[in-house]
């Protein structure tokens, strides 16, 4: 055998040693990195979010209940009005027409009543005194009544007539802002069938309400009181505050979609939130402040085999909700009781001091070259029984 054969054999001989070790060799060891934090104060709070609509508090819509023309405006958009001003006139010659012609019916009529009733009390006189015949006593009182009747139906006309008319001067009825103005001057409003609509007045635009639609799976956790923050569009850089003033009953349905109307009051001194804006809120149904608190990942943390090493000692408890700290190689498990959580941060209201350091997670690390997942905290990672796993491995081992 010539050199050269011998030193081919032996590169192949060193080649498949090498492969044979990777495969049937001993796997590598991983290392495990623990997270650790310190059981500290904090504000724990839970929260709803919906979007709603800027409104003012109080809100009227002033029309007429008289059909005419508008003869005159007082006001127009953004005019700040009091109760008792007039805004606007219709014109008022039909009205006073109407007026008069009743005033003349009643004067008919007060003059037919008092002759039947001077005719009554002269009949009656006689048909006391047996002078004249009870038909003749009949007839005069039902005249009587009869005129008696038709004034009254008159009077009432006469008063219907003036308040038709007053109807022709349209007052302010609250103190406020014109938010919209509805008609034009010369224009002819029909108040027929339904009142039309002249003004909207907003009485105090200092202090507005937000009116969200909360969807049926979060309106459970929404009471009167409740802290609310929101933002609008037109101020993106602004949060402004409120409070939940009102949650109703009545439920609204909108492409099957179950929502119930809330109402968040919304002071604004500013004048910035404007009615008709959009506002995306924010309920918090749930609120601790400065309480103790850990992330709730700490919980549910477990120190088990592969996250610790043979050398380590377990001390266990049997609790329910239970904490983890780590001295040199001892783990000591410390039964809490819990308050509120937000699916973050979870309150401790007992069974370990502030400012311990506990355990929350473990990491196990991957060796140079290696591209596979890592255990999430606490738990082994799971692996597919149709992935191939690397010969020699643990993970091979049964």
Avoid: C
Avoid at 24 to 48: D, F, L, M, R
Avoid at 346 to 361: A, R
Wanted: proline fraction near 4%; aromatic fraction near 6%; avoid cysteine.
């Amino acid at each position: 055998m010539n050199k050269k054969k011998l030193i081919i054999i032996i590169a192949i001989l060193l080649i498949a040693g090498a492969i044979a070790w990777l495969l049937w060799g001993p796997a590598p060891k991983h290392k495990v990195v623990y997270e650790t934090t310190q059981v500290s104060k904090g504000n724990i709070s839970n929260s709803v979010t919906a979007t709603g609509t800027v409104e003012p508090v109080t809100q009227v819509e002033v029309g007429t209940q008289v059909s005419g023309i508008v003869s005159k405006l007082y006001v127009d958009y953004n005019s700040e009005v009091k109760k008792g001003e007039v805004i606007a006139e219709l014109d008022k010659i039909n009205l006073l027409n109407e007026l008069a012609s009743r005033k003349s019916t009643m004067s008919n009529a007060k003059t037919e009543y008092d002759y039947q009733l001077k005719n009554y009390t002269r009949i009656k006189t006689l048909h006391e005194k047996q002078l004249v015949s009870d038909t003749d006593y009949e007839t005069a009182w039902y005249n009587y009544e009869k005129a008696k009747n038709s004034y009254d139906i008159s009077r009432n006309d006469v008063a219907k007539a003036e308040t038709n008319l007053g109807y022709a001067t349209i007052y302010s009825p609250i103190d406020g802002v014109v938010l919209s103005r509805a008609v034009e001057e010369g224009q002819t409003v029909a108040a027929s069938f339904s009142t039309p609509t002249l003004f909207t007045i907003a009485n105090d635009l200092t202090d507005m309400q937000v009116v969200a639609d909360v969807d049926e799976a979060d309106i459970g956790e929404v009471v009167e009181g409740q802290r609310v923050t929101f933002s609008v569009d037109a101020f993106p850089n602004d949060t402004f505050e409120g409070k939940v003033t009102q949650v109703r009953q009545q439920a609204t349905t909108t492409s099957n979609v179950v929502t119930y109307e809330v109402v968040v009051s919304a002071y604004n001194p500013d004048l910035k939130l404007k009615p008709g804006l959009t506002a995306n809120i924010t309920i918090y149904t749930l609120e601790r402040n400065n309480v103790l608190s850990v992330p709730s990942k700490a919980l549910r943390f477990t120190p088990v085999q592969p996250l610790i090493g043979k050398e380590d000692k377990v001390v266990d408890t049997n609790a329910e909700h239970k904490l983890w700290t780590r001295e040199g190689n001892t783990f000591t498990a410390h039964a809490v009781q819990v308050g509120i959580n937000n699916g973050i941060l979870t309150e401790i209201t007992g069974g370990i001091s502030e400012g311990t350091v506990i355990v929350t997670g473990a990491t196990i690390g991957q060796m140079p070259g290696e591209t596979g997942m890592t255990p999430p905290q606490g738990e082994q990672q799971e692996s597919s029984p149709f992935m191939p796993a690397r010969p020699g491995s643990r993970n091979n081992k049964k």
